[in-house]
């Protein structure tokens, strides 16, 4: 009977090993897992702060935008305000005669220096003058055609009038030259 209490104790020690071995099994499994979710949750926290760092710079180039946009065309509701002005002292300059030259010349001159004055704001804000010439090609992007007239010794495109010059804001077009364009002549 001796020998059956050796099996007995035995048998016991197998069990608490196994039981230990299933314990520490259980443990590297519980591990296992926490460290997986501690993976899975630092992934996330990259993809976050990898998503904000690039809505920051998102947000810093449209606001540079912005702000370049705003110091280039932030007057040009002004500046397209200021057009007639423009074109009724030129009017006004192209009507002056020789004889009200001599009588008048300091307003006169005064008329031409707030001109030279208004042209070189124009020039200093980036707006500059579209002056298309008899001849030259219309181009869309540039003037309005106001009218079309078969012209004989044109061809079809040609501006043959400027009625009025256009004005550029930078890159942009403040309002185009009116200009006459000549239509395929009649036969």
Same mark, same amino acid.
């Given at each position: ?19 230990? $071995? ?22 996330? $926290?990259?993809?976050? $702060? ?10 810093? @180039?449209?606001? =540079?935008? =912005? ?6 065309? *932030? *007057? ?24 009200? @030259? ?20 124009? !020039? !200093? +804000? ?8 008899? *001849? ?6 540039? +003037? ?8 004989? *010794? ?15 804001? +930078? ?17």
């Amino acid at each position: 009977m001796a020998e059956p209490k050796n099996e007995e104790f035995l048998d016991d020690i197998e069990d608490v090993e196994a039981q230990a $071995f299933a314990d520490e099994m259980e443990e590297i499994d519980d591990e296992a897992l926490e460290l997986d979710q501690l993976r899975a949750e630092r992934d996330e $926290f990259r993809d976050r $702060f990898m998503r904000a760092l690039a809505d920051a710079e998102n947000a810093r @180039k449209r606001s =540079d935008r =912005d702000r370049r946009e705003a110091e280039n065309y *932030g *007057g040009s509701k002004l500046s397209r305000d200021m057009l007639p002005v423009y074109d009724n002292m030129k009017r006004a300059i192209e009507t002056i005669t020789e004889e009200q @030259k001599e009588a008048n010349s300091a307003l006169i001159e005064g008329i031409e220096l707030t001109m030279r004055e208004l042209l070189s704001v124009f !020039k !200093k +804000h980036g707006i500059e003058i579209i002056a298309p010439e008899v *001849g030259d090609r219309f181009d869309p992007q540039q +003037h309005q055609a106001m009218f079309e007239a078969p012209v004989p *010794g044109t061809k079809a495109g040609d501006i043959i009038q400027v009625a009025a010059e256009g004005f550029m804001l +930078h890159d942009r077009l403040l309002r185009p030259a009116q200009v006459g364009v000549s239509s395929t002549p009649a036969s």
